[in-house]
């Protein structure tokens, strides 16, 4: 528990420093607070289970809004397995290392050149996310290899972990809201597929297959960053005065978490919320 802190009447330069905290930490949460959501806060895939034809079939197709593109379906497709019980994962990468997730929309593909017109779900989705602790810099050829096939376990702390969500065999963007909004530290969102339910029937081998991924939320706006600097998790949170101001639409939300933090003891205006002063 952390109880108020005492100032001597002379200790000016602690003072300061405490007002210049107490307004960044109020911009975060007025950003975090504000209702305005968006559904594109996935930037790029990293890596996917298994891929059956790479690059035909990748990761990357998942975030491709639509159907179709040059008269091809656009979906990935994991391998094929026997056993129904061999989960697959999707790994992606936020648009912000600090972003506030409420929900993930999942669409399974429709083999609409297939007899029967199979749809290939998972039985259910559990969502996780995290931070690397190694920086996700690759050469191309080292980014195909991992769009085919990696299962990324050992290279990714996980902070969050949602509860499993059970999927319909259904043609459509299927929305799985989290319990709670949660605040992804890292920038690294995982899929996980469970379970599998449709055969091929020239292979007669269980494979998921999915067409849309969606990520809905509030990334935290470009001052803000995250950065972990040793394997045991403790993290620090960045502030950059040099970029951008805020948004208009966010001045009225600065203005009432200042408020509310600060009992008046720091005065917004929208001057001052531009740029919250170090």
Not at 98 to 115: D, G, K, M, N, S
Request: aromatic residues 10%.
């Amino acid at each position: 528990m952390i109880g108020p802190t005492k100032l001597s009447s002379d200790n000016s330069t602690e003072w300061e420093r405490l007002k210049r905290d107490h307004r960044v930490y109020a911009f975060l949460l007025a950003q975090a607070l504000s209702p305005s959501i968006r559904t594109d806060c996935l930037s790029e895939p990293i890596s996917a289970s298994s891929t059956d034809n790479y690059p035909d079939e990748s990761i990357r197709n998942t975030l491709e809004p639509r159907d179709r593109v040059e008269g091809s379906p656009s979906y990935w497709s994991s391998g094929g397995e026997n056993d129904p019980n061999v989960p697959e994962t999707l790994t992606y990468k936020l648009v912000n290392n600090l972003c506030v997730v409420t929900e993930i929309r999942v669409q399974p593909f429709l083999a609409y050149f297939q007899y029967g017109f199979p749809i290939y779900s998972s039985k259910a989705v559990r969502f996780r996310m995290g931070y690397p602790r190694r920086p996700l810099e690759f050469n191309n050829d080292i980014k195909d290899a991992l769009l085919a096939s990696h299962k990324w376990l050992d290279e990714i702390t996980w902070t969050y972990t949602s509860p499993e969500f059970p999927m319909a065999q259904e043609n459509c963007l299927q929305a799985f809201k989290l319990p709670e909004p949660v605040l992804g530290i890292g920038g690294i969102l995982q899929v996980e597929l469970l379970g599998r339910v449709q055969r091929q029937e020239m292979d007669e081998l269980y494979y998921i297959c999915v067409s849309h991924v969606q990520v809905l939320g509030r990334p935290l706006l470009q001052p803000f960053d995250i950065e972990v600097p040793d394997p045991s998790g403790s993290c620090a949170l960045n502030y950059n005065l040099k970029t951008e101001a805020i948004p208009s639409h966010m001045h009225g939300f600065t203005d009432i978490s200042m408020q509310l933090l600060g009992n008046g003891a720091v005065v917004a205006d929208h001057e001052s919320d531009e740029e919250p002063s170090a």
